[in-house]
């Protein structure tokens, strides 16, 4: 379907420039990501599915810190290791 309408909103230079540099972080025009966000489905419809995927990722915070903790005592060991002077054979 080829655009024919057009829409004009009044908004301050500030909120313009921050609307552009959304888009271009997006790789957009400004105007296909207006088009792009107003046609995106509504974050009411996905609401169920958001809050059991954040209840998931609080209850998996633990495990997830402590594997964190001891990869990084692994890699602090490693580095330990590898900067010890050689000690001569007995």
Do not use: C, N, W
């Not at 004009?8 to 105007?31: F, H, I, N, W, Y």
């Not at 107003?38 to 009411?44: C, H, L, S, V």
């Not at 954040?54 to 209850?59: I, P």
């Amino acid at each position: 379907m080829s655009a024919t309408a057009r829409l004009v909103v009044q908004m301050t230079p500030d909120e313009k420039s921050a609307l552009d540099q959304r888009a271009s972080r997006a790789g957009l025009t400004t105007s296909e990501f207006v088009r792009r966000r107003i046609g995106d489905d509504d974050i009411e419809q996905h609401r169920d599915q958001i809050e059991a995927l954040l209840t998931v990722l609080e209850s998996s915070a633990p495990t997830i810190l402590r594997a964190l903790d001891q990869a990084i005592a692994d890699a602090t060991e490693l580095k330990a290791a590898l900067s010890a002077p050689d000690t001569p054979p007995a």
